[in-house]
């Protein structure tokens, strides 16, 4: 008598083990244009905790490839203000994942994204070009957001704490089936 067996394998993989601020924490926003998941750091902070935040979350502080994606952040999340400065439309900004690595400030090789990405596009700086880079908190970038008279521009000179938006290339559950396996991705909760 012929014996048949099947052979079932699955394979669960979880992103993260401790987490600080979870993935269910956030309000996501999905942009239809990539499929990505955007959300805002739940409190403020100088650009490395935000960067921090947002790898907890399953992410990265964001990572803007084209103008049609920066005006699309402009548009989902106006009314972002530094710590101190709330509906004081100046100060209306929040954290991207760009930052100074040396050389001509003026250059996009100076540039470079949290993921290790090069700067891909002339991005809308405030002034035409970045701040001067003097101390280490001009080593980041933010975008100006609505009330801000400039919104859907960058710059990189600050003195408080604005919170970041964090980009998830990916949905939140992932399920993949191939080749007899299960694969179930899940960020933190």
């Known amino acids: 008598m012929k014996k048949l067996s099947t052979v079932f394998l699955m394979t669960v993989m979880f992103?993260?083990?401790?987490c600080?601020?979870?993935?269910?924490?956030?309000d996501w926003i999905i942009n239809p244009a990539n499929g990505h998941e955007y959300a805002i750091t739940l409190d403020w902070s100088n650009w490395t905790q935000?960067?921090?935040?947002?790898e907890e979350a399953g992410g990265y502080l964001v990572v803007i490839?084209?103008?049609?994606?920066?005006?699309?952040?402009?548009?989902?999340?106006?009314?972002?203000?530094?710590?101190g400065y709330e509906d004081d439309p100046w100060h209306a900004i929040a954290w991207i994942g760009l930052e100074y690595i040396g050389g001509d400030k003026d250059l996009s090789t100076?540039?470079?994204w949290v993921t290790g990405e090069p700067l891909a596009y002339d991005p809308p700086w405030w002034s035409a070009s970045p701040h001067e880079i003097v101390q280490p908190d001009e080593y980041y970038a933010y975008?100006?957001?609505?009330?801000?008279?400039?919104?859907?521009?960058?710059w990189n000179s600050i003195t408080s704490y604005p919170r970041g938006i964090i980009e998830i290339p990916e949905p939140a559950a992932l399920i993949l089936f191939g080749l007899g396996g299960l694969v179930l991705r899940r960020k933190c909760k």
């Not at 992103?15 to 401790?18: C, P």
């Not at 600080?20 to 956030?26: I, P, T």
């Open 143 to 154: 975008l100006h957001v609505p009330p801000h008279s400039s919104s859907g521009t960058w």
């Open 65 to 83: 490839d084209d103008l049609v994606e920066n005006n699309w952040l402009v548009n989902n999340f106006p009314n972002n203000f530094e710590a």
């Open 20 to 26: 600080g601020y979870e993935y269910s924490d956030y």
């Open 15 to 18: 992103d993260s083990i401790v």
């Open 110 to 112: 100076s540039w470079r």
């Open 50 to 54: 935000a960067k921090a935040w947002s």
